[in-house]
């Protein structure tokens, strides 16, 4: 491994949640069938995003930005919490155990607010997913040359980002379950205030994991 990828923040302007650690880089790897050219690659091109294939260290759950913010919003503030989530391209991005993108489709349809919930793009195995750079450039305006301007903001809305980054070997994944929990809150919290005991999750779902 590099020492180009910090293990623990070294100051407050880059908290965990904004770059991968060693640890969730070699997670994040161990998707490719050459782990080890995945780690060459980010170690020569870090600012770069990069492609992994979903289906055997986890599915991926695309949606579009505010219906993903509010999904995620649900799973930290009355739920379990979520595994790594990235922005990309004006899309929220859920990493999710393996086998999700296959189940979460059909218990949608089941539901009476599936129609409140946007097209979700759901990827599984067969797919890949384009993913954030490992660690956020520290200045964008180093980037800037003589000949033009820098590339795209990383605050921008369209910049690809991690809003929670891999930084174990093994993150806890979200099931079709509790990703059906968040999309039928959230539906809920964009058509308007629910009842209160209707927002509260299951028990089984707060003790996932």
Same mark, same amino acid.
């Given at each position: 491994?590099?020492?180009?990828?910090?293990?623990?923040?070294?100051?407050?302007?880059?908290?965990?949640?904004?770059?991968?650690?060693?640890?969730?880089?070699?997670?994040?790897?161990?998707?490719?069938?050459?782990?080890?050219?995945?780690?060459?690659?980010?170690?020569?091109?870090?600012?770069?995003?990069?492609?992994?294939?979903?289906?055997?260290?986890?599915?991926?759950?695309?949606?579009?930005?505010?219906?993903?913010?509010?999904?995620?919003?649900?799973?930290?503030?009355?739920?379990?919490?979520?595994?790594? %989530?990235?922005?990309?391209?004006?899309?929220?991005?859920?990493?999710?155990?393996?086998?999700?993108?296959?189940?979460?489709?059909?218990?949608? %349809?089941?539901?009476?607010?599936?129609?409140?919930?946007?097209?979700?793009?759901?990827?599984?195995?067969?797919?890949?997913?384009?993913?954030?750079?490992?660690?956020?450039?520290?200045?964008?305006?180093?980037?800037?040359?003589?000949?033009?301007?820098?590339?795209?903001?990383?605050?921008?809305?369209?910049?690809?980002?991690?809003?929670?980054?891999?930084?174990?070997?093994?993150?806890?994944?979200?099931?079709?379950?509790?990703?059906?929990?968040?999309?039928?809150?959230?539906?809920?919290?964009?058509?308007?205030?629910?009842?209160?005991?209707?927002?509260?999750?299951? %028990?089984?779902?707060?003790?996932?994991?």
């Amino acid at each position: 491994m590099s020492d180009w990828l910090p293990e623990t923040p070294r100051t407050l302007a880059f908290p965990t949640a904004a770059y991968v650690t060693l640890a969730g880089a070699d997670w994040l790897a161990s998707a490719s069938p050459h782990p080890d050219e995945m780690h060459a690659l980010w170690a020569t091109r870090p600012a770069a995003p990069s492609a992994l294939p979903c289906g055997t260290a986890f599915d991926v759950i695309n949606a579009p930005a505010l219906f993903g913010r509010r999904m995620v919003d649900r799973l930290w503030s009355d739920g379990p919490g979520s595994g790594p %989530v990235a922005a990309h391209r004006g899309r929220i991005l859920l990493f999710a155990a393996p086998g999700t993108a296959q189940r979460l489709p059909a218990l949608l %349809v089941w539901e009476e607010w599936a129609t409140a919930v946007p097209p979700l793009l759901c990827h599984g195995s067969g797919d890949a997913v384009t993913i954030p750079p490992l660690h956020p450039r520290r200045n964008p305006a180093a980037d800037r040359t003589a000949d033009g301007p820098a590339d795209e903001d990383p605050a921008g809305p369209s910049a690809s980002r991690w809003l929670v980054a891999p930084d174990v070997r093994n993150p806890w994944l979200p099931g079709p379950d509790v990703l059906l929990w968040a999309c039928v809150r959230a539906a809920r919290s964009m058509a308007g205030p629910v009842p209160e005991a209707a927002a509260q999750p299951p %028990v089984s779902l707060l003790t996932a994991g």
